[in-house]
């Protein structure tokens, strides 16, 4: 029997892949709602363009009869609105896809990308930028923001490389070890970032806070150029390695049994996962609870078969994020919330349901094994 139709059978015995109907024009209907949702937020905002003069102006650019953007909407349309969509799709698709992996890991739904602590050292590595190296005059002459992202993206590294040393054994991950290593990490960073706003002045203060809340703000095409590639590889090997991935859902032992190189699978789930999450908050802070939210409403909706999973989370992901960042930059014009502040708004109620409805269902199953 080959590893994918052992995968298959012994997914079926287990119950792991949802036996519902055909989840495709599920997933169909929210890549067209996704594509509706940067329609209608590309045309928000100080300036306003209707979604038909925006259809239009792309009917126009293939060469039809139709009426395009005048040159000021257009300008704003291409420089500031479409590579932001662009940027909050990617963001929201790669947090997702990384809240997949993470939760397969662990085999635990509760889990997110922030879990390990990469989001807290990236927040530390751009926090000490902004009080310390630009006022020491580091890496002058090139662009605050690319040093802050820099900076971002080393504190990440940093911290996947402790992970990584702590975790790993002759075994390969112990997920436990990297479960613990990620909170005293995670508390480290704050004590940190708690250094770093004890010493800053006002104007880094603000500029701290708005970066550690996470904000698509500096969103530009450049930006997408260094997200695209991080979100395919990811993309790319999470779905290649689709039942592989189901295989770890019936735990280390079974997915061994089955012929699956488990020690290698975990270390290169672990590396993408941390790659993806060090590129995003370096691109544009800490925004948390899409990767626990995104991935958890796809596997109520579809199940948890990782070839329907995957592209589900992944649309869900990228909906929620231009969602809350339409919201972000519209709801307090012309100032701008936060987007990790809706995002938390969102994640943490769910986030307690969650830990309420696996109590129930502990119970439940506690009660069945004495009956």
Avoid at 233 to 240: D, K, L
Avoid at 243 to 266: C, E, I, T
């Amino acid at each position: 029997m080959s590893f994918a139709s052992g995968v298959v059978s012994a997914i079926g015995r287990r119950r792991l892949v949802s036996p519902r109907h055909n989840p495709w024009p599920l997933i169909v209907l929210v890549l067209v709602l996704l594509v509706a949702a940067a329609v209608i937020a590309t045309g928000i905002g100080a300036v306003e363009i209707e979604p038909g003069r925006i259809v239009s102006h792309g009917l126009a650019w293939l060469g039809l009869p139709y009426p395009g953007l005048s040159d000021f909407e257009a300008a704003v349309f291409f420089s500031i609105r479409l590579p932001r969509t662009l940027v909050a799709i990617l963001v929201g698709a790669t947090l997702a896809v990384a809240g997949v992996l993470m939760q397969t890991f662990f085999r635990n739904p509760l889990a997110e990308p922030s879990l390990v602590g990469v989001a807290s050292g990236g927040a530390l590595g751009a926090v000490a930028w902004i009080v310390l190296g630009a006022s020491a005059g580091i890496w002058t002459g090139i662009s605050p923001q690319f040093a802050l992202s820099v900076a971002a993206f080393i504190g990440s590294a940093i911290v996947c490389g402790a992970i990584l040393l702590i975790s790993g054994d002759e075994d390969g991950i112990d997920s436990t070890k990297m479960l613990l290593s990620g909170i005293a990490i995670n508390a480290i960073a704050g004590a940190g970032i708690g250094l770093m706003t004890f010493i800053a002045d006002d104007a880094q203060l603000r500029d701290m806070t708005f970066w550690i809340m996470g904000s698509l703000s500096a969103a530009s095409w450049q930006q997408l150029w260094v997200l695209a590639p991080v979100f395919v590889c990811t993309m790319a090997f999470a779905y290649w390695f689709a039942l592989p991935l189901n295989a770890l859902l019936l735990g280390d032992g079974a997915a061994h049994y089955l012929g699956l190189n488990v020690r290698l699978v975990k270390l290169a789930v672990i590396c993408l996962t941390c790659l993806a999450s060090a590129t995003v908050v370096a691109m544009c802070g800490v925004i948390g609870f899409v990767g626990l939210i995104a991935p958890h409403a796809a596997r109520l909706l579809v199940g948890p078969d990782h070839r329907v999973l995957l592209p589900l989370s992944l649309l869900l992901g990228a909906l929620l994020m231009v969602g809350a960042d339409t919201v972000a930059r519209t709801i307090v014009s012309p100032s701008e919330l936060p987007i990790g502040i809706l995002t938390a708004l969102a994640g943490g109620p769910v986030f307690l349901w969650l830990l309420r409805r696996k109590s129930t269902h502990a119970r439940n199953d506690r009660g069945s094994n004495h009956a």
